[in-house]
């Protein structure tokens, strides 16, 4: 009986003491980087909702003010850009310069500025996808920022111009935004509404991936039709998901 105590006592050596105090330490590690990681996931997902209501909260606006002509708003053209603000007894916001976009080879002919927690957003379309449920309003410059709000303008002419329109939007797994664009099929049709009320209609005839330094998607070239570009992120950020639609005549 003795020898056994006796065998037992020299088996767990300082070594295996360590080795086990080691483990503890890397298993309470893990058990806080998960929980880290966890309430990060969370966050960076509400993060995303919270911008993501805002895109719909300027849709919803822009809606309003279309169907009704009330004296709740206030507008004004400023360097040929329709501005609708609050008036001044309906809203403690301070009125902001107007947002012009400057990264196309023709601005748009006027767009909406809807106020939105007192900042301004400039709009110059509406995409609407039905195979996908997508409906957001197309913001007339491109952003870190403005891409967590909603789609953006990343090149060409104005909305339902000849040219190629290119729409450029976030690839969020939970589906918001650009997220289901992947799912789209040839032959799906997605609708553009501009700023004048024109709604024209486009069919997608070509789907592919390509690098990030390839920008040959957004050529104007489009033999006098009426073009559109949807671009997103894939593989993690590596690639680019090009989506081309070409106008219905």
């Given at each position: ?104 080879t023709q601005q748009t002919d006027n767009s909406f500025t809807t ?135």
């Amino acid at each position: 009986m003795n020898q056994i105590l006796v065998t037992e006592k020299l088996y767990i050596t300082p070594e295996l003491k360590r080795k086990k105090k080691m483990y503890k330490i890397r298993f309470f590690l893990s058990i806080f980087l998960i929980c880290l990681l966890f309430s990060y996931y969370i966050y960076a997902e509400n993060d995303r909702n919270k911008s993501e209501e805002v895109s719909q909260q300027i849709l919803a606006d822009i809606q309003t003010n279309k169907n009704n002509d009330e004296d709740y708003t206030t507008k004004k053209i400023v360097n040929d850009v329709l501005i609708v603000t609050l008036n001044e007894e309906d809203s403690d916001h301070v009125d902001e310069a107007p947002v012009e976009s400057t990264d196309s080879t023709q601005q748009t002919d006027n767009s909406f500025t809807t106020t939105v927690d007192g900042i301004q957003y400039t709009t110059d379309s509406i995409l609407t996808i039905p195979s996908l449920d997508i409906s957001y309003p197309v913001l007339s410059e491109t952003s870190e920022e403005l891409l967590k709000i909603s789609l953006n303008k990343y090149w060409g002419n104005g909305p339902n111009e000849v040219g190629n329109y290119c729409i450029v939007g976030h690839n969020y797994a939970n589906g918001k935004l650009f997220g289901k664009l992947s799912q789209i099929q040839i032959g799906d049709i997605a609708e553009l509404e501009d700023t004048k009320g024109r709604t024209l209609t486009y069919e997608v005839y070509d789907k592919y991936i390509v690098d990030p330094t390839d920008v040959s998607c957004t050529s104007q070239l489009t033999n006098g039709r009426k073009e559109m570009t949807l671009i997103t992120c894939k593989e993690y950020g590596t690639k680019r998901l090009v989506v081309k639609c070409r106008e219905v005549l």
